[in-house]
């Protein structure tokens, strides 16, 4: 059974900066692609981040230049890096393999003063 095991959220002022983890088990991880999404209350849920298996990178043009997502495959484990957040960056996170195949339970990021 593939688990997704996401950590790394809660509370930050704005400009700062937080680092999600995602811990993946169960799948052979370095042969997925892997994303970050998240949602906003009231909103659909939103791609942020994805790598591929071999390493290429896409972001939302929100996140672009702010956000870096990273694998290391050796730990079946994906980072999402967060700097300079915004209020808008408020939302759940969630990890995904597939992407959309299998998600996490989604860990909270709220940037407030």
């Known amino acids: 059974q593939v688990q997704l095991v996401e950590s790394g959220g809660g509370l930050v002022q704005p400009g700062g900066s937080l680092r999600l983890s995602c811990a993946v088990r169960?799948?052979?991880?370095?042969?997925?692609?892997m994303g970050w999404y998240r949602q906003a209350p009231g909103k659909q849920r939103e791609s942020v981040a994805i790598?591929?298996?071999?390493?290429?990178?896409n972001y939302a043009d929100s996140v672009k230049g702010r956000f870096t997502i990273s694998r290391d495959n050796a730990k079946n484990t994906v980072y999402l890096q967060m700097n300079s957040l915004k209020f808008e960056d408020t939302a759940v996170y969630f990890c995904?393999?597939?992407?959309?195949?299998?998600w996490g339970q989604g860990t909270q990021v709220t940037v407030s003063s």
């Open positions: 995904t393999q597939g992407p959309g195949t299998y």
């Open positions: 169960g799948s052979r991880f370095s042969i997925y692609d």
């Open positions: 790598i591929s298996s071999g390493g290429r990178t």
